[in-house]
């Protein structure tokens, strides 16, 4: 399993927390930029191809799961409350 640091993301003008994210990015070894859809980042992490993380004001490292709403998977840090959202809080991917 590959681990990643996500960056960056790209949301959407939705409210609902679960369709917010449109795109999870970070950068590669080589300095390149990544982006990939929640959907596919969602794929990834069930099939065991991925596991992705954030790290938070501290530094600290974080895990991203996948949490579901309403039968709508979507992704989230594991220490995320209703006032904190460590995801929707990364800068927008260029």
Request: hydrophobic share 30%; aromatic share 6%; charged share 30%.
């Amino acid at each position: 399993m590959d681990r990643h640091e996500i960056k960056c993301i790209n949301k959407s003008d939705r409210k609902n927390l679960h369709e917010r994210i449109e795109n999870i990015g970070g950068l590669n070894p080589n300095g390149t930029r990544w982006r990939i859809s929640q959907e596919r980042a969602i794929q990834g992490i069930e099939s065991g191809k991925w596991a992705f993380y954030v790290k938070n004001p501290d530094n600290i490292i974080v895990d991203v799961i996948i949490s579901n709403h309403n039968g709508n998977k979507y992704l989230k840090t594991k220490n995320d409350s209703l006032e904190s959202n460590n995801l929707l809080s990364l800068p927008e991917c260029p």
